[in-house]
């Protein structure tokens, strides 16, 4: 099934693979270049890209060289991306990011300290950015507690980011709700210890994730709207609060009543493994459209599908290394391992460099085959 067309409400696409969002710090000022352009579009083959986290306003920030999308100079050099996939039959979704409190002074406006729902530091946590002058990871600093009034204001940087998207040319917008930042922070009542609407219940903890939703939607429609969640991840010192369930099978009715184009689940590891009657009950309590993402292989993938648990699969590390990887997982030819080492950085290297299969020698084929 993996290679058979899927629609996205009105969105057509080419098949079943989504390239999930992967953070390449390859943007200064959060301006995207040619260089960025052409690596989305070596990978357009998938049914869905779905971008790396974008910065939604200048306090949302937590990692250097991440690109924007609240100013006018960052969303015009979208349409250079957008463009480029748009060329070759792709169909591109943004995601919309606020870190929260996975920030560091450095990467906030005038070294402000991070904004969180409580002040609550996230141990042994690491950001991206400058200390004593110097460039690198850095532990995470200690956030601030948003006061209430503070939060339509981050909710209108969502919806103003959203609007931006739409000027970019973006198919749609995905809203980061996973992986410890500021929406996830609010869900789990060990991040989240407020005592306003915001915080206590799981009606009060999920409440910004579906204001944020609301008013996206409002404003460019539910159809072009995705959340990303996590459930059960631990990412950024998150933990697995005893009400995790609850919280999901609540979300997901509430997901249901919106009708929005899909719920992204990603798994960092216990979800599929220690946890799969939860992606069955997901897929019971919603009734939209699934994308899973987290070491996905064809195989399981499939396995996925066969199940009618999921409706698409996204990939992440394989497509870093496998521009081309739907024709690769198509005829079965061997994979590039890819090389954590350039993951992130300024650099080309490990970004647009990685060949098709077909631009191989034989012998980096035979050499390929081996490796696998
Ligand atoms: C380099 C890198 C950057 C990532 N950045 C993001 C991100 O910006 N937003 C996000 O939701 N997930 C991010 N992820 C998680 C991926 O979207 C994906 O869920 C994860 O890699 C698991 O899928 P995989 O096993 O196919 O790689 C990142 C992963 C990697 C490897």
Known sequence: MLFETFKIKNIELSNRMVMAPMTRTRSKNGIMTEMNAQYYQQRASVGLIITEGTSISDNSMGYLYVPGIYNAAQTESWKLVTDAVHL????????????????????????????????????????????????????????????????????????????????????????????????????????????????????????????????????????????????????????????????????????????????????????????????EKFRKWYSGNIIFAGFLTKEKAEGLFTKGLIDLAAFGRPLISNPDLVERLKHDYPLHPGNRETYYGYSIEGYVDYPRYEELSEEEKQQLSGKN
Request: aromatic share 10%; proline share 4%.
């Open 88 to 279: 070759k039959g792709g169909k591109i979704f943004t995601q919309l990011w606020h870190v929260g409190r996975v920030s560091h002074i450095s990467n906030q406006p005038n070294h402000f300290q991070p904004l969180a729902p409580s002040a609550i530091l996230a141990k042994d946590s690491t950001a991206w950015g400058i200390e004593d002058g110097v460039e690198g990871r850095v532990q995470v600093s200690m956030p601030r507690a948003l006061v209430k009034a503070e939060i339509p204001e981050i909710i209108q940087d969502y919806v103003k980011a959203a609007k931006n998207a739409m000027l970019a040319g973006f198919d749609g917008i995905e809203i980061h709700g996973a992986n410890g930042y500021l929406i996830d922070q609010f869900l789990n009542p060990d991040t989240n210890i407020r005592n306003d609407e915001y915080g206590g219940s799981i009606e009060n903890r999920t409440r910004i994730m579906l204001e944020v939703i609301g008013a996206i939607s409002a404003e460019i429609g539910a159809d072009k709207v995705g959340i990303r969640v996590s459930p059960y991840g631990t990412q950024h010192d998150m933990s697995l609060f005893s009400e995790i369930e609850q919280t999901y099978e609540y979300l997901a009715h509430e997901f249901s009543k919106r009708d929005m184009a899909y719920v992204h689940l990603h798994d960092q590891g216990l979800l599929y493994n220690d946890h799969f009657d939860f992606i």
